[in-house]
C-alpha cells in the first residue's frame, strides 16, 4: 500500500526535484517501485516545448492505465502553464504545481504523512552516483523561443549554509562529485555571495569532494569564476556546458540571446588559455524559424571552429506562448531533420578529436557502476571490474574506442 514510482521528465534540475520527492517518501517509510505496482505516481513535467507537453500527457495516460489504479499526482513547470491538460485526463489526475505539497500529498495517500522526513539523503540504490544539488532556481533572461522564465519565475538563489549542509551530508553518505545545477546557475547570488565565491567556499569546507558545474550561460563566466576552476586543481571538474543555441550572430539576435558569435568565441579561447585541459560542450538548435541555407552553414562551420567535446542537438519545436512560436517562415519537419543530422555527424567526429587529444593525459575519473566512469572532462571511461560505483580513480588515458576511453590506473 505504500509503494510509489516518481516519472521524471524534462532538465536535470527536474532530475534533482524527481530525486528529491523520492528520497522524502523513502524516509517516511514507503517504497520506490515499478510503475506496475505502485498505489502512488507521481509525474514530474517539463513544458519547454510542444512535444514536452505531449509527452506529458502521455505519461499521465499511461501510469493511469498500468498498474493497481493508482492515484496520479502531476507537478512542475507544465503544471503551472497549462493545469487544465491534466485535469480534463481522469478523476484520479491531481494537478499539483508546488513539489514539496505534491510530495505531501503522496505521502497522505499513501499513508506516510506522518513519517519523520529529517533532510532526506539522495544516494544508493535507483539515485545517480554523481548527486546533483541545485543551488539556484528561476530565470530573468527571456530567450525567444523558451517559456521557461514563466514556468520558473524569476532568478533566486539557495542560501550558502544550506547547500553547504546538503553537500556534507551527501559527502557524509559516500558522494564523490557533487554537480551544482539550477536553471540559470551563474546568476547564483546569496548576499552577494557568487558562484565562485561558493565553490571557494565548498572547496574549502570539505576535503577531496569532487565539483562539477552544470549547465551556465556565457555571460555569466568571469574572470573570477575561471581563476576558481583553475586553482581548484582536481576538486573542480576542468568543464564547462555552454549553451551556443546557434553560430549565426542574425539568428542569435532573433532568438534574444545575450552574446554574439565574436563574444562566444573570445569566451572560449579565455577558457582554453587559463584551463588548457577544459572539455568544452554545448547546446545547439537547428530550424529555428528563419533559419535559412547560409545561416545554418554559419552555424556548422562556426561549431566545427570552437571544437566542442559533446553538442546536443535539439530541432526547434515551437512553444505556444513564446514569440519564436509565432514567428514567420517556419522550418519544415524533413528539413530540420537533415540539418540535425549534420550537426550530429559533426558533434561525432569532434568528439572523437577531443578524446584523441586526451590520450597520454592523466584525470580524476567517477566510477557509476561497474566497469564504466565518467572522466573529469564527460567521456565514458572503462574502468576495473573490482572498482565500485561511487569510487575515484586517477587514470592515465592510453586509447579511445567506440565511445569508450581506456587507460591504466594510478
Not at 485535469?87 to 504545481?97: D, F, M, Q, R, W
Not at 513539489?99 to 506516510?112: D, H, N, V
Not at 537547428?286 to 552553414?297: C, L, T
Request: aromatic share 6%.
Amino acid at each position: 500500500m505504500m509503494r510509489f514510482f516518481v516519472h521524471n521528465l524534462g532538465c536535470k534540475v527536474n532530475r534533482v526535484e524527481s530525486d528529491r520527492i523520492t528520497a522524502d517518501l523513502i524516509s517516511r517509510g514507503a517504497t520506490s517501485a515499478p510503475i506496475q505496482q505502485a498505489r502512488v505516481v507521481v509525474i514530474n513535467t517539463c513544458t519547454v516545448t510542444a512535444e514536452a507537453d505531449r509527452k506529458a500527457r502521455k505519461a499521465v495516460r499511461q501510469a493511469l492505465t498500468t498498474g493497481d489504479d493508482p492515484v496520479v499526482i502531476v507537478t512542475g513547470c507544465a503544471t503551472v502553464i497549462a493545469p487544465e491538460m491534466f485535469t480534463s485526463l481522469g478523476e484520479k489526475v491531481l494537478v499539483i504545481a508546488d513539489k514539496q505539497a505534491a510530495t505531501q500529498i503522496a505521502a497522505k495517500y499513501l499513508g506516510c504523512d506522518d513519517g519523520i522526513c529529517d533532510t532526506p539523503r539522495r544516494t544508493g540504490a535507483g539515485f545517480p552516483t554523481r548527486m546533483a544539488v541545485k543551488i539556484q532556481d528561476g530565470c530573468d533572461n527571456r530567450c525567444s523561443y523558451c517559456i521557461v522564465a514563466t514556468a520558473r519565475g524569476p532568478a533566486r538563489s539557495v542560501v550558502a549554509t544550506d547547500i553547504l549542509t546538503e553537500v556534507k551530508a551527501a559527502q557524509e553518505s559516500g558522494v564523490h562529485e557533487i554537480v551544482l545545477t539550477g536553471i540559470n546557475l551563474g546568476r547564483y547570488d546569496d548576499s552577494g555571495l557568487n558562484l565562485s565565491g561558493l565553490l571557494d567556499l565548498l572547496c574549502r569546507s570539505t576535503v577531496g569532494l569532487r565539483f562539477r558545474l552544470s549547465s551556465i550561460e556565457p555571460p555569466d563566466i568571469d574572470s573570477d569564476l575561471i581563476d576558481q576552476i583553475a586553482t581548484g586543481g582536481e576538486r573542480i571538474c576542468a568543464h564547462l556546458h555552454l549553451p551556443l543555441q546557434s553560430g549565426s550572430d542574425t539568428i542569435l539576435a532573433r532568438m534574444n540571446r545575450a552574446y554574439d558569435s565574436a563574444f562566444y568565441q573570445e569566451l572560449t579561447e579565455r577558457l582554453r588559455s587559463n584551463l588548457p585541459r577544459i572539455a568544452l560542450t554545448t547546446d545547439v538548435i537547428v530550424g529555428f524559424p528563419g533559419e535559412s541555407e547560409a545561416e545554418f552553414e554559419q552555424s556548422l562551420q562556426f561549431c566545427e571552429r570552437i571544437g566542442f567535446s559533446k553538442m546536443h542537438i535539439f530541432r526547434y519545436s515551437p512553444r505556444a506562448g513564446t514569440p519564436a512560436a509565432t514567428m514567420a517562415n517556419q522550418i519544415e519537419a524533413a528539413e530540420k531533420t537533415r540539418r540535425a543530422q549534420m550537426f550530429n555527424d559533426l558533434a561525432i567526429r569532434m568528439r572523437q578529436q577531443d578524446a584523441i587529444a586526451r590520450i597520454g593525459t592523466i584525470e580524476t575519473v567517477l566510477i557509476e557502476k561497474r566497469g564504466f566512469g565518467m572522466s573529469e572532462s564527460y567521456h565514458r571511461v572503462q574502468v576495473p571490474i573490482r572498482s565500485e560505483a561511487g569510487d575515484v580513480l586517477r587514470m592515465q588515458f592510453c586509447a579511445y574506442n567506440d565511445n569508450l576511453m581506456t587507460g591504466r590506473v594510478l
